[in-house]
Every structure is written in C-alpha cells, then in structure tokens.
C-alpha cells in the first residue's frame, strides 16, 4: 500500500496562534482529503484536494502532488480547533481505497 | 437528512460471541467503507463496497465479513470475537466526482466495540 507520514505528532498552540501540519505520501495519488477529528470523536472533511489551494475561512490546504505532500494551514487558531487532523489519500489505482496517516493531535489552549 | 447512521453506538462482547454492526446512508451514495481506528494507528480500512452486491477486502480484513445487500445499508459482522478486535468502528460513505473516482468521505458517528 501507500505510506502516508503526518507531522507534527502533537501540536500544542495558544488560541491565536497559526499553525502549519504537513503530510507526506509516497506514491502519485488521484485523490487527497484532509479531516478533523473532534474530542468527541466525529470525523468531519475539511478539504478534499489532490493538487493545488484551497481556503475555507480560517484553513486552507495546498498539495504539491509532483513533490508528494500536503500542508493543512490554521490561522487564528481557536479552542474549537482542538482534534486530531487526518489525512487520506488513495492511488489512482486502487478503487475506494483510501489511506490514512496516523494524524496530528492539535490541542489549543485559551 | 441523517447522512451516515451506525447502531449500535457501544457495545461490550466476551470472546467468541457474534456480532452485527449496521451502517445506514441516506445520500443514495454509490461506495460504501468500515474502517477501524485503534489508538497512535489512525483509521485502518476493514473492508468496502463500490456498489450494491459488491465487496471488497481492504487493509485489515481478517475476522470481518460484510455484506451490502441494499444500496443504503452496509453490514459489518464479527463471526467470533476476539480481544483484538476492541476498537471504534467508522462507517462512511462517497460519491464520486465526476469521473475522477474522487470519492469524498462522510463518516458516521462511530462505534465503540469492547470484546472482554
């Protein structure tokens, strides 16, 4: 399968701060989505974005799929921000098949 | 509009008892997964479908059947139980943009599975 590497592991921040948490992917991939996970569990999609910007109030997301990575930004962060960021991506050959990294815990204190 | 529903929410087994787990979409989505997320492991993909009457195995399929008899509903059992198998469970589902096969996720709630 496809390896997939997210860093920070752990990202602790004061409410306002900016944040930068990268994934790393080790094959060409059709298809790329960011999540968050909130303490309560629910998965939530942020972006789906295999290549290129996007920008959705305070996050936005860029995928440099020739140098097989993605950024997650969050500006202004908040305590609502707090979870575990998730990306996914799936190779243009495996139908369905999405792989997970094993996240980023994001904890934002006030 | 309820998306993606999963019953039951938690749910404690002893070693080798059976179990059902029910995924239910009302988003006349296309594609189907269960996934299993385990502590430091992020999401594992147990096994999906691309459409009614069809399964696949993914990356832990082991211990897992599945069965996709109706477009709406996806079913996860556990034939016999076992301490390795506690853990949450995430139903989701897509739909495909365009002919890409993008396939974007809507996960349902989770359920928590303790086998004793």
């Known amino acids: 399968g496809i390896q997939v590497e997210q860093s920070p592991p752990d990202l602790i921040l004061q409410e306002g701060a900016n944040s930068t948490l990268r994934c790393n992917f080790s094959d060409s991939v059709n298809n790329l989505q960011w999540f968050h996970q909130n303490p309560w569990g629910q998965l939530i999609n942020l972006f789906y974005?295999?290549?290129g910007t996007k920008q959705n109030g305070r996050l936005s997301a860029t995928t440099v799929a020739t140098e097989r990575y993605s950024l997650l930004y969050i500006s202004s962060s908040q305590t609502t921000d707090s979870g575990v960021y998730f990306c996914?991506?799936?190779?243009?050959?495996?139908?369905?098949?999405?792989?997970f990294g094993r996240g980023t815990q994001l904890t934002v204190w006030p | 509009n309820a998306g993606v529903t999963q019953t039951p929410k938690f749910r404690v087994l002893k070693t080798g008892q059976s179990m059902t787990l029910l995924c239910a979409q009302d988003?006349?989505?296309?594609?189907m997964y269960w996934y299993r997320q385990d502590p430091g492991m992020g999401l594992r993909l147990i096994h999906y479908?691309?459409?009614?009457?069809?399964?696949a195995k993914g990356e832990v399929p082991d211990g897992y059947n599945v069965s996709r008899l109706k477009k709406q509903n996806f079913l996860l059992g556990l034939e016999s139980a076992a301490p390795s198998q506690t853990s949450v469970y995430f139903c989701?589902?897509?739909?495909?943009?365009?002919?890409?096969?993008?396939?974007?996720?809507?996960f349902g709630a989770g359920s928590r599975l303790t086998v004793l």
């Open positions: 996914a991506v799936k190779k243009g050959s495996t139908l369905g098949r999405l792989y």
């Open positions: 479908s691309v459409g009614e009457g069809t399964t």
């Open positions: 989701a589902s897509s739909y495909s943009l365009g002919g890409s096969g993008a396939n974007v996720l809507t």
């Open positions: 988003m006349n989505h296309e594609y």
């Open positions: 974005i295999p290549s």
